[in-house]
T-cell receptor
Framework: GENVEQHPSTLSVQEGDSAVIKCTYS??????FPWYKQELGKRPQLIID?????GEKKDQRIAVTLNKTAKHFSLHITETQPEDSAVYFC???????????FGTGTKLQVIP | DAGVIQSPRHEVTEMGQEVTLRCKPI?????LFWYRQTMMRGLELLIY????????DSGMPEDRFSAKMPNASFSTLKIQPSEPRDSAVYFC????????????FGPGTRLTVT
């Protein structure tokens, strides 16, 4: 089955700096890669996703890149703010009736 | 839209007791997922349904765990008998399809087994 690895497990940045979280996946047939944000005590919520026919996608301060050849994808947050502090999960899926497999999460701390 | 509804939000029970967690997915969503989240193991998929039919239950840890979806608007996750290591936050999520679409998570049920 699919295996998703995520690094780093924790990340501290100064407010205003950029943060990068990286994930790798094992199944080359995976074609859907969502990112979820989970604030302390809250539920995971989708913040951005990318499909295999696209190499990069941006939404304001958040961007995701995908390298299908290397089977890795990354989340980039620019101009970080304290409210970006949360746990971020990457995930991968092959679509259809296949499940979404989550990474182990990255705890991001933005220091004011 | 009320979103995914889970009940109870908190459950404290003694080892050996039966626990039933409930979930109401978003109307019109035909896929439903049960997850367990702990510090040690992260977010684990236990089982998922499509059109009320279980598709993959390989994540269910033991026979003590069972899940049902009798209709499109209701699902249960049952643990019988419960054990302290079952203590976790259990999330239910629904989606318009199995994959390739956003999963909408419920608020979770925090289960504590003493």
């Amino acid at each position: 089955g699919e295996n998703v690895e995520q690094h780093p497990s924790t990340l501290s940045v100064q407010e205003g700096d950029s943060a990068v979280i990286k994930c790798t996946y094992s199944d080359s047939a995976s074609n859907y890669f969502p990112w979820y944000k989970q604030e302390l005590g809250k539920r995971p919520q989708l913040i951005i996703d990318i499909r295999s026919n696209v190499g990069e996608k941006k939404d304001q301060r958040i961007a995701v890149t995908l390298n299908k050849t290397a089977k890795h994808f990354s989340l980039h947050i620019t101009e970080t703010q304290p409210e970006d502090s949360a746990v971020y999960f990457c995930a991968a899926s092959k679509g259809g009736y296949q499940k979404v497999t989550f990474g182990t999460g990255t705890k991001l701390q933005v220091i004011p | 839209d009320a979103g995914v509804i889970q009940s109870p939000r908190h459950e404290v029970t003694e080892m050996g007791q039966e626990v039933t967690l409930r979930c109401k997915p978003i109307s019109g969503h035909n896929s439903l997922f049960w997850y367990r989240q702990t510090m040690m193991r992260g977010l684990e998929l236990l089982i998922y349904f499509n059109n009320n039919v279980p598709i993959d239950d390989s994540g269910m840890p033991e026979d003590r765990f069972s899940a049902k979806m009798p209709n499109a608007s209701f699902s249960t996750l049952k643990i019988q008998p419960s054990e302290p290591r079952d203590s976790a936050v259990y999330f239910c999520a629904s989606s318009p399809s199995i994959a390739g679409n956003e999963q909408y998570f419920g608020p979770g049920t925090r289960l504590t087994v003493t």
